[in-house]
């Protein structure tokens, strides 16, 4: 009936190692709320115990591209995206639950909010982009349209606002969605941003971007200035608000952020970057 902080091992010390199958590809590894993990990979997922040992393990039913193997956990379903399908699992068993049509491959993190699993997907051959929703523990679509916008990263607030990013081009310019649960759009803010950018929600319920480095209110005002320090990587937001971005190529430097974007401290990790 008491907390109390878990042993840590000295720096830097291995506690286990695993091989992954195959290990060339990237990986999708979730936190059970036990303390499992759950790993993913082109070939296999696992549900590993603290100490490295295997639960169960068991074919990823993956055929074709790798795809993006965004996943989460859902009750007691684990829901996986493998190219252009959503898959759930029995998160004690590992065991196929269901299997539902994306109808595109799967572009966008997997996102959990009011009781659905939301996507979006693009047909890589003739478009459209679609946005989607299941009942994570059957895989029902709960409701789906076409949008006119490719949808990356997606975010959600605690009470339902769904951040989505829309990577610009050069001659294009790139927004910040805000979506009610069902889908419709509530608002549309350019920032002109490049590529896929990452985005999380704050302790305030701001959206916050790394690429730019932006913060935008549930209404689609920018709170904060866009910065300077771009970064295609995930960032770590702390309870204080403060958030740690990562370079990427050149610019390989961990920064500490304040909620406004100034630098509170920076440490150079080397030439690249890829987390």
Do not use: K
């Not at 051959?125 to 989607?132: A, I, N």
């Not at 932006?214 to 958030?243: C, F, K």
């Not at 971005?245 to 401290?265: F, S, Y």
């Amino acid at each position: 009936g008491m907390c109390s902080p878990l042993p840590r091992p000295d720096e830097g010390s291995i506690l286990w190692t695993r091989p992954l199958e195959p290990p060339e590809h990237g990986t999708a590894v979730l936190h059970e709320p036990g303390g499992d993990l759950i790993v993913f990979t082109s070939a296999r997922a696992e549900r590993l115990r603290r100490d490295g040992s295997v639960v169960w393990s068991v074919p990823a039913f993956l055929s074709g591209n790798l795809g993006q193997l965004e996943s989460l956990i859902a009750g007691d379903v684990v829901v996986t995206a493998q190219y252009d399908e959503m898959v759930g699992l029995d998160l004690e068993s590992g065991g196929e639950i269901w299997r539902a049509e994306a109808g595109g491959y799967v572009d966008s993190t997997v996102l959990g909010i009011d009781g659905l699993v939301v996507v979006s997907s693009v047909n890589l051959m003739s478009g459209p982009f679609m946005l989607r929703a299941y009942e994570p523990g059957s895989g029902n679509e709960v409701w789906g349209f076409e949008v006119d916008v490719r949808i990356g990263e997606m975010a959600a607030t605690a009470d339902g606002i769904i951040y989505a990013s829309n990577g610009g081009q050069p001659d294009a310019p790139g927004y910040v969605l805000g979506l009610l649960p069902d889908g419709s759009e509530l608002f549309r803010t350019e920032i002109r941003n490049w590529g896929r950018p990452w985005i999380a929600v704050d302790g305030s319920g701001a959206a916050v971007l790394t690429y730019p480095f932006v913060r935008i209110g549930p209404s689609g005002e920018i709170l904060t200035p866009i910065g300077e320090y771009m970064s295609q990587m995930e960032a770590v937001i702390s309870p204080d608000g403060s958030i740690v971005i990562v370079g990427d190529n050149a610019d390989a430097v961990l920064r500490w952020l304040g909620r406004d974007g100034e630098v509170r401290a920076e440490h150079p990790i080397g030439d690249n970057s890829l987390n």
